[in-house]
């Protein structure tokens, strides 16, 4: 098993760290050039692993590397990643596997002086793992925390300013963490109740998801999109906070929706089911390869009165000035919600990066707003936690115009751990270490 799982892993590493691939993409292209699922499993324990930990991994090397980290070559950097996150955080693999694993790797992907420099390397991280424990807790505070939990010090600086020490050490924490798979059973096919039937009698550990009224946690997820009831579209793998978008939203059958920022089409094809698939949903987005998906989602559910369009969100569309019943605006943004589930985002994302995201929140909401007729409803979610993205604008928004927020109290379970006062307003924010599910924000308006 080891070597060839460690190659894959390797090689996904290499794509996402050096080459900008998405984590869940490069994982989903590789893996299954490993049939077995203990092999895939060690895939995706190293992959998620280093780069949930890649700040702490990076400290730790830099201690004992005596060529400047930046001139390691970039195949050697990620073969000493994953020798340290095994010999730091696996305790089931032995640290002369680790090792010597990392080597063999080292032979073939470098020359006979990095076989060496390799192999120096982990087994001194190996003896010196006390130390380096002793040494990070000497860190301060922010410091500390950015290592131990490989996190940006910017990050943690404006999380802590907004949320406070204490729960922006939580959220990291939980942000490290693996989230469990969650599914939508498609409500034109099926109940809630009967899915949850159907895949307990085939063995497939599940429950109902805490908030939302279609989902469900699948503990055992292996090869569930292999199943029957996912090749004849019962359920489709959405997360909990996505799902209560729609929710949130509750379409009526009949009615004109218009989804502006669509793709891959979760959001749609589960308007879609609450419409009892009638009505119209114009489902959008610019590029043309995700309007595919839109329409591959929707054959699988059964579902026929999605209409996918390419085009531009930020571009004005006169034909659709005021016929919309409902429409979802979930805006591009900067992701840090996704945490979990895509660790890459924590070093990809830039503060400058929110501030050009403000700026093109804020234009396709006010261009979505023309959509909506009198009396007609406006969602607007997004994917992070950082209030700027969220509550903030939302009120710049509602400050230009004739829209207000409005209460969603009786769409909503409540939950003592959600908060009361948001949801009388018309708004709700969601945490990874309050809710366990994705960091997520929805807003819902009505046109006045």
Not at 42 to 64: A, H, Q, S, T
Not at 164 to 171: A, D, R, Y
Not at 388 to 415: A, G, H, S, W, Y
Request: with cysteine; hydrophobic share 35%; proline share 3%.
């Amino acid at each position: 098993m080891g070597n060839n799982s460690r190659d894959i892993a390797l090689t996904i590493l290499y794509g996402v760290n050096e080459k900008g691939a998405y984590s869940n993409v490069a994982m989903n292209k590789n893996i299954n050039k490993s049939s077995d699922y203990r092999e895939q499993g060690l895939i995706r324990e190293i992959v998620y692993g280093v780069l949930e930990n890649r700040i702490y991994i990076d400290w730790v090397i830099k201690r004992f590397s005596k060529i400047r980290f930046r001139k390691l070559s970039p195949r050697i950097r990620e073969i000493l990643r994953m020798g340290v996150y095994q010999i730091m955080f696996m305790d089931r693999i032995p640290d002369s596997a680790a090792c010597n694993e990392s080597v063999k790797l080292s032979k073939k992907y470098g020359h006979r002086g990095s076989i060496g420099f390799v192999n120096g390397l982990l087994r001194n991280v190996v003896r010196n793992k006390k130390n380096i424990q002793n040494e990070l807790n000497k860190k301060q505070d922010k410091e500390f925390l950015s290592i131990k939990y490989s996190h940006p010090i910017w990050l943690i600086e404006n999380w802590i300013e907004e949320f406070g020490t204490q729960f922006t050490e939580k959220l990291l924490m939980a942000n490290n963490s693996r989230p469990l798979l969650n599914i939508r059973a498609n409500s034109l096919k099926i109940s809630r109740e009967d899915l949850i039937q159907k895949l307990s009698n085939d063995g497939i550990s599940v429950d109902k998801c805490r908030y939302a009224k279609d989902g469900i946690v699948v503990y055992n997820p292996k090869g569930i999109t292999e199943t029957d009831y996912y090749k004849t579209g019962l359920f489709t793998i959405q997360d909990e906070s996505s799902m209560l978008v729609t929710e949130i939203m509750n379409p009526k059958k009949d009615s004109v929706t218009i989804d502006v920022c669509s793709a891959p089409g979760g959001k749609s094809t589960h308007m879609a089911e609450y419409m009892g698939d009638k009505g119209k949903i114009i489902s959008r987005d610019i590029h043309d390869h995700k309007i595919e998906l839109i329409k591959s989602n929707a054959n699988r559910l059964g579902i026929h009165i999605i209409k996918p369009e390419v085009y531009n969100a930020l571009k004005l569309d006169n034909s659709l000035i005021g016929i919309a019943d409902y429409c979802l605006v979930d805006a591009p943004c900067s992701g840090l919600g996704l945490i979990r589930r895509k660790p890459e985002i924590k070093y990809n994302r830039t503060e400058k990066d929110i501030k050009e995201l403000l700026k093109l929140q804020i234009d396709i909401l006010n261009i979505a707003a023309n959509y909506v007729k009198k009396g007609g409803i406006l969602i607007y979610s997004t994917c992070t936690i950082n209030k700027d993205e969220n509550i903030e604008l939302v009120q710049r928004f509602l400050k230009q115009n004739d829209f207000k927020l409005c209460p969603i109290d009786d769409l909503i379970d409540l939950d003592i751990k959600l908060n009361q006062e948001q949801i009388n307003m018309g708004y709700l924010e969601l945490y990874p270490n309050i809710h366990e599910t994705d960091g997520f924000f929805i807003a819902k308006m009505v046109r006045i």
